[in-house]
């Protein structure tokens, strides 16, 4: 094999493929693209609060001890005081543990949340028809602060209990169609707090101390390792394997998806054989594998980086063993060979896309299903199932990065036999995918099905 | 080659081929579609292997060894589309061990040579087929091969460049290369070749320089025209030396009897009737070939085969076993 002529036919191939409006569209461009776009989608977010909602909510309070609390708590400058309380209590919990979040999203929340509503109320009285309030809701005026845009029925057992039940009654709003759903659920929670601060009042609770009572505060889940000791980051942890698993097949599919495409054009406008004048099958089958594998290494490198980035980012680099991306790109190597060698056969056997896909029907099946058992595996790295999974290829690679990344990595021994099984594997694959590539590359005519590969791989 | 054999499945493509090219000739292989030719060839280029037998090209076992020493032409050819015509020649002159700046020179000095000076920054797919297969012949020839193997070089081609391309390779022969080029277009080989080799049903039938197989199939035909339109087919049927009279083409003509020479034979035959024009009929290779199909074919058969021949057209999709 002359590797110089390898090296020309994989650049081709690179340069073909890689440097098309298309690749750097579609892998580059998009991404970034995507990238810039979230701080602005979070910016539009933001500004998109609502405008102070204006007019009338009315109070009937069948129970006849909240409508004045309440009353008293949808004031503009109640509203004002308590919404500063709210992502001060989001903030507690966020420190407390009791939200995985931190303050981000509470800040984020208010200034999403707007300006108050300025609310007229109008006290309906205990017995008020329910049916005739209804009819406010339908009413139009000229000045929109007469508008009533909310009715308030608070159930007469909302803060006492009917004699014999142990259940408290609640209460049930009604709103015009259009109120925004941030003002209702103000409304909402206003109604909820004052009829809770009712009942503990009546109940003889105070009311703070109660809260005091019931929020515990947690120090989080604490690793102490060699190092010293660490936040915990569980939740990041399940979340790694599946990105690095994602990250293979995405690499592993671009560049074999590519290998294909290229193939087939190379037969079907009939430059393979002008090609064969030049180099050897073998030579043009590693020249493509090449030059294909730097493709999808270029995207998964690229990727990987930005993944990296944002861990180095959010100060989470220590998530990351090093070791770890040197099996990455190990298994990336094996996978990708196994699945180029099945591209570059089925590519040389066919005459267009369209009778390609007849062919990878049963490899993408494979492959998918090798995608999805990843997860489970990640879950339960060590269990007999996922064991053998990670030692039985084509699925190997995929189960074994998992288990690498997955809370319970397993023994390096382990690793190392299943690329050893892998790798064999790989060149097995390689070695048919040849004999194919040799035979398939001249046969013009009658798209092949399995059994007319077999006999190939029988001939050459 | 000695008695290579080669078959697709059931079907026998060449059988028992012997076959020597001496350095510096120029072969033409002849023979209708599907004869054999093409295979013949690309094992001759190692991109098929005989089931038996052997051959030796440039010296080394395969073509595989000396791959940069040849240029070959497939009859099955195509460029990358989206390339640029420049881009593409580099890249075969590159896969051909050629390098350096003086690549991209030499490749815009042959595009000038055949008039496609132009077109170099365009995209393959821009050009027409005949420019396409201009800019082929250039990567074939590009990296200046000893041996140069053409598969049906003509089809598709417009006159101009037909000739244009006839130039060329004598040009490619004279500077000392071998050079074997196929066509099913007896014609095209009779105006190009020294040597010729004739392809049938994978075997091969002739295999001479071709004043040998001039003078071995000598002219026994004479075809005639009487004066003035007059019909002279009866007169000349009835003279001694003429075996009998046919009429091919419109064409009468007189065939010679056994050992008579053709001198004498048109001397009687202007002695016995005004003529307005007797030519002693040479046979084109078309018609050697007819004729030595002829115990083989039936009429039908050999009216087939003689359209074939003097088609100048596209070949038929030809599959692995052309």
């Known amino acids: 094999m002359n590797v110089g002529k390898v090296i020309h036919v994989a650049k ?79 903030a507690e919990q966020a420190e407390s543990g009791e939200q995985p979040d931190t303050g981000g999203i509470a800040s984020a929340a208010a200034s999403m949340i707007g300006e108050v509503p300025r609310f007229q109320i109008d006290a309906l009285g205990p017995d008020a028809d329910i049916e005739d309030a209804k009819g406010r809701l339908l009413e139009s005026h000229e000045n929109k602060a007469d508008l009533t845009l909310a009715i308030v029925e608070i159930d007469a057992d909302a803060v006492e209990r009917t004699e014999g039940e142990t259940q408290f009654g609640g209460y049930t709003l009604y709103t015009r169609p259009e109120v925004d759903v941030r003002t209702s659920s103000t409304i909402e929670n206003t109604v909820e707090r004052a009829i809770k601060d009712t009942r503990y009042r009546i109940a003889g609770v105070d009311a703070d101390e109660l809260r005091a009572l019931t929020r515990v505060r947690s120090g989080g889940v604490q690793e102490v390792t060699e190092a010293g000791t660490r936040e915990s980051n569980k939740a990041l942890k399940l979340i790694l394997p599946f990105a690095v ?35 050897s099958p073998m030579e043009l089958m590693a020249g493509k594998i090449l030059g294909q594998l730097l493709v999808g290494s270029t995207l998964l490198v690229m990727y990987a980086g930005v993944g990296i980035l944002a861990l180095v980012f959010f100060s989470m680099l220590d998530l990351l063993e090093w070791t ?137 | 080659m000695r008695s290579v054999r080669k078959t697709f499945g059931k079907k026998v493509a060449v059988e028992g081929i012997d076959l020597d090219v001496p350095a510096g000739e120029l072969v033409g292989f002849i023979g209708p579609n599907g004869a054999g030719k093409s ?104 990296h200046e091969p000893d041996l140069i193997i053409l598969d049906e070089p003509f089809s598709g081609l417009d006159p101009v460049n037909m000739r244009l391309l006839r130039d060329l390779i004598r040009e490619q022969h004279d500077a000392g290369r071998t050079v074997i080029f196929s066509t099913h277009v007896m014609v095209q080989a009779e105006q190009l070749c020294d040597h010729i080799v004739m392809i049938h049903n994978g075997q091969k039938v002739i295999d001479d320089p071709i004043g040998a197989i001039r003078s071995r199939y000598a002219p026994r035909i004479v075809r005639f025209e009487g004066l003035n339109g007059a019909d002279a087919s009866a007169a000349v049927g009835g003279l001694a030396e003429i075996a009998h009279v046919s009429a091919t083409d419109g064409q009468a003509e007189a065939h010679l009897a056994d050992g008579v020479d053709p001198g004498r034979a048109i001397a009687a035959m202007t002695a016995a009737v005004p003529m307005a024009r007797v030519e002693l009929h040479r046979p084109s290779l078309e018609d050697i070939f007819i004729d030595m199909v002829q115990d083989t074919a039936d009429k039908d058969e050999r009216e087939r085969l003689r359209a074939q021949l003097r088609q100048d057209g596209t070949p038929t999709e030809a599959g692995g076993a052309s």
């Open chain 1, 324 to 460: 770890d991306l040197l099996y990455m790109m190990i298994f990336f190597l094996i996978a990708y060979v196994m699945i180029a060698a099945f591209m570059a056969a089925i590519g040389s056997a066919v005459n267009e896309l369209r009778e390609a896909q007849s062919l990878m029907g049963p490899v993408m099946i494979v492959l998918v299903l090798a995608l999805y058992m990843s997860f489970p595996v990640s879950l339960s790295p060590s269990a007999p199932w996922a064991v053998a999974m990670s030692f039985i290829p084509p699925v190997s690679p995929f189960a074994m990065l998992a288990r690498i990344a997955s809370t319970e990595p397993p023994d390096a021994w382990q690793i190392w036999l299943s690329i050893l099984i892998s790798s064999l594997a790989a060149w097995g694959m390689v070695w048919i995918a040849a004999k194919i590539f040799r035979v398939g590359l001249l046969m013009f005519g009658k798209p092949p099905n399995f059994t007319t590969l077999i006999k190939w791989i029988r001939m050459a």
């Open chain 1, 12 to 90: 081709r191939e690179f340069a073909s493929t890689a440097m098309t409006k298309g690749f750097i569209i579609g892998a580059l461009v998009l991404p970034a693209v995507f990238a810039a776009i979230m701080p602005l989608i979070m910016v539009l977010i933001e500004s998109a609060a609502p405008p102070a909602e204006v007019g009338r909510v009315a109070i009937a309070d069948r129970s006849g001890q909240v409508g004045g609390l309440l009353a008293e708590r949808l004031t503009p400058e109640a509203l004002t005081e308590a919404r500063g309380d709210a992502p001060k209590e989001l």
């Open chain 1, 245 to 279: 698993i994602m990250l293979l097949f995405m690499g592993v599919m671009t560049g074999g998806q590519y290998l294909l495409t290229t193939m087939v054009e190379e037969k079907s406008s009939r430059v393979v054989e002008v090609l064969l004048s030049a180099v």
């Open chain 2, 39 to 142: 295979t013949t060839i690309r094992m001759i280029m190692s991109i098929l292997f005989p089931d038996s037998g052997e051959l030796s090209v440039l010296g080394k076992k395969s073509a595989v060894e000396s791959k940069d020493r040849i240029g070959y032409l497939p009859e099955e050819r195509g460029v990358y589309k989206k390339m640029k015509v420049g881009a593409f020649l580099r890249y075969m002159g590159a896969l051909k061990g050629l390098g350096g700046p003086g690549l991209g020179k030499t490749a815009d000095e042959w595009l000038e040579r055949v008039a496609l000076g132009d077109v170099k920054n365009k995209r393959c797919e821009e050009l027409s087929k005949g420019m396409q297969q201009k800019v082929q012949f250039i990567g074939c020839v590009l």
